[in-house]
Every structure is written in C-alpha cells, then in structure tokens.
C-alpha cells in the first residue's frame, strides 16, 4: 500500500526580550492590547482571555516598564490604547508577516524537499 504524501509546514513563535532576558513584547502581549483595543476595557479583555485583571494589568505595566512608553491609557470609563501601542501593533504585525514569509521561502529551499520523500 502506498502511504500518501506528507506536508509539513513550519512554525516559530518571535518575541522582544529586554537586556535582562525579560519579556517586552510577544505575541501574548499583541492579544492583550489587540483586545484592549477592541474591547476598551481592561476589565472586558482580562475576562474574554480568561486572565485576571492583575496579571493583565501587571503584563502591560512590565511592558511600559521595559520600553519606557506607555501603552494603555483612561479614556472615560474604559480604556485605550495610546499612539505608540497602536503602532507598536501594526509594526509588530508586519515583522510576524515578514519572518513567516522568509522562514517559509528558507524552510521550502532546505528541508520541506527531504520530508516529503
């Protein structure tokens, strides 16, 4: 019996780490303000990620910390996120896109033709 083909796909997971080796933006932290955003509350978003509200608010506040910007502001009742934030996202975005795409074209060139043998 012969097996069918295989196909594989590759997957990495890129984050910022500071000097110390902490976090300061990752794909965790982009889902936070993402909701944050969408939401305008940073009560709302801790409850849709099934976070605490402390440990939400401790992620962005280390985060603040580590890039010296801040990230979330008042507005009202709710919450927003500040310029910075806002483009950090997209930024942010761009680079996934952009490695995704050069790991695929690198993984294709050197590996994915031995796998599916």
Known sequence: MKEAKKHFVIRSKIWIDDE?????????????????????????????????YRALWGKIKASEQRLG??????????????PFAEKLLVQYRKLQETIREESDGVYDSLVARYLSQ
């Open 20 to 52: 110390q080796g902490k976090v300061v933006f990752g794909e965790g932290r982009y889902l936070i303000l993402e909701t944050v955003d969408r939401l305008k509350s940073l009560n709302a978003a801790a409850k849709e990620l099934k976070m605490s």
């Open 69 to 82: 910007q801040s990230l979330v502001m008042k507005e009202g009742k709710g919450s927003r996120l500040t």
